[in-house]
């Protein structure tokens, strides 16, 4: 016992001391360096996990940036106001000459046009106008607002605004005389404008269009970020700060290792805590298989910590627990195998994601593999849970579709098939080695083909059904109860293989014969003892696990063989009871107490079901017998609680009366 206890300590300081040289040597710590803009590098340092190099991002941005084009609109309001101009012009000029109240020599009616008229003219030019008729008026008038709409529709630019050749290609093709066209030029190149304008919202979002869709620069996991003698640039002094390679405080290096030293107290305070309150009944092989697996895992990924992130296998440890304890253990583990794993390899997002959403996918997948049949199902699917997480997370971090995605989703997926290949091969090895007991291993003892059970079969073939109907009882009252049914049923199976030594001594395999007839009483209880030490010693011969040996051994606990005690205190009434009694353990597991309660009441059911009546039904029997058990003490090992005796008597009154149902009394046919 007390070496137990040691190896417990002993692993568990282990596990502790593994987690802080991993950490303490791992990227997190080792890859701190003193080194400034400008100096030479004594390393060539490459990148431990994905990181963007901004700098070359920004370049690339500004290039973009550069090839935007100015976007420009067009400003309505100027061409609105100068065909407003040329039409307030030549309306003017029409109200002076049809202005015949007045009489007004051709120097006054040019002295008001300069005074009043919106646009600037020559006197000569007044004057020619003022000689048109109003026909010609009219036709000038149009001329001159169809040629600057056309002008203003195709866009006046800075550039564009004395264009006088378009313009004046414009007016020859209508029919102005030469001198009028003049005139007509004067007045629409006195009321272009820039109508085109930058809009400088426009631009403003073309550029920011165009450096978003700049793909930023990234040096990848393993790329070079500085050869050894190469001078240390702005951009590569940036690179070492953000993948957390510059020493530039020593004090915060010390905060850095009270931090880890406080996640790693409370990570183990989290398991301590967790198995003080589910688990205080471990057995120590348990705790050490714990400390084992999760030493191990850490000394792996230290191991490979310059390899790729989807070349370990950090999920095989969770699921090893969760096939050998429990899931919501193995998910606490995990958690904290994640977690140093991220500090050893000093891990990006993407790598952290990647262990948490594969080890609890894998931990949901394994939970209900029973069978190793379905192996090459569940391996496939893994594999595939972690192809499709690599490529989500880098794809949401930016990353291309490229060779070595291809290459690296090939590798998640092999390795997520190694890992369930490996498991299930070493699984009987860990049944073995530290008494666990799976669900995997729990069906394969169920089957009809096991040695021992065809031999119970054909050399004990009441024993056999006996036990088939006392696994059944078990199995239903421990999925009442909350307790392993599948251990119920298996240790129903197996409890009585001891009556194989002895097939013919037992009740069930009797004929008319009965070999108790000719014997004494205490030569009668060393046959029927014995079958529990017989029934120890096949189950070694058969290699069965621990728990089936110790449901053997438990099955009838330190109870009295009442039939033989009663007769030998007829012989002799000096006889103790002790004498009669089986020689235990009692019961210390729900299941090996719920195997002793199904195996009294199923023996005396039948024994009585003759004798039923409404005055002694069979939840009568089954009430007496549970709590006689219960009286006797021998159910004062197990955890058992008051409600679950209840459920208990429930359980196996409702599966005894579908047993032992009454059935029809059918007529005798009288032949004639």
Known sequence: MIQKKYSVFVFGILALVVTCIAVLTGNFFTKK?????????KTTILAPFQVENEIATNRKKDLAEKDVKTQYKKDSKVQEKAIGEIEELFNYIESLKSNTTEKRTEEELIKSLNEHATIALYNEQYAALLHLSKERIAIMKKTCIDVASSLFDEGITQSTQNNSIALKTA?????????????????????????????????????RVAR???????????EKIIEQGTKVTEETYMLLEKVGYLNTDKSVKYQQYLGF???????????????????????????????????ATILMVRTM????????????????????????LALLMHGLIVIFSAIILKSDFVTISYFMITGIGAIFVVRNMFERAKTVMNALTIGAIQV??????????????????????????????????LIVGILPFLESAFGFITSMQLLELTNPNQPVLKRLLLEATGTYYHSLLVANLAEAAADAIGANPLMARVGG?????????????????QGKENPHDTLTPQQSYKYIVAHVSEGVTLAKQYNLPAYIIDIIKQHHGTSCMQYFYVKAKEIDANVEESAFCYLGPKPRSKEAALVMLADVVEATVRAMQDRLSENLTIQDLVTKMVKQKLKEGQLDECELYISDIDKIIASFTKMLKSMYHERIKYPERTEQ
């Open 261 to 295: 030293v406080i996640l790693l107290v409370l990570g183990s305070l989290f398991v301590f805590i967790y198995i003080c309150t589910h688990h205080k009944k471990w057995s120590y092989s348990q705790y050490n298989f714990l400390f084992i697996i999760y030493t």
């Open 33 to 41: 360096i003193q080194i400034q803009i400008g100096e030479v590098a």
């Open 212 to 222: 978003e869709k700049v793909e930023p620069v990234y040096v990848l996991a393993g």
């Open 388 to 421: 499709i997480t690599y490529v989500s997370l880098k794809l949401f971090s930016g990353a291309s579709l490229d060779i070595t995605m291809g290459t690296e989703c090939i590798v998640a997926f092999i390795m997520g098939v190694i890992a369930v290949v």
């Open 493 to 509: 199976y197996y409890h009585d293989i001891g009556k194989l030594s002895n097939s013919g001594y037992f009740k069930e395999n």
């Open 171 to 207: 007016l020859e093709t209508s029919t102005l005389t030469v001198t009028q066209q003049k005139i007509a030029q004067d007045i629409i190149i006195s009321v272009l404008e820039p109508n085109v304008i930058v809009d400088e919202l426009a631009t403003n979002e073309a550029i």
């Open 305 to 328: 910590m310059t390899m790729s992130f989807v070349y370990l296998p950090v999920c095989m440890a969770t699921m090893l627990v969760a096939f050998a304890m429990e899931m919501e």
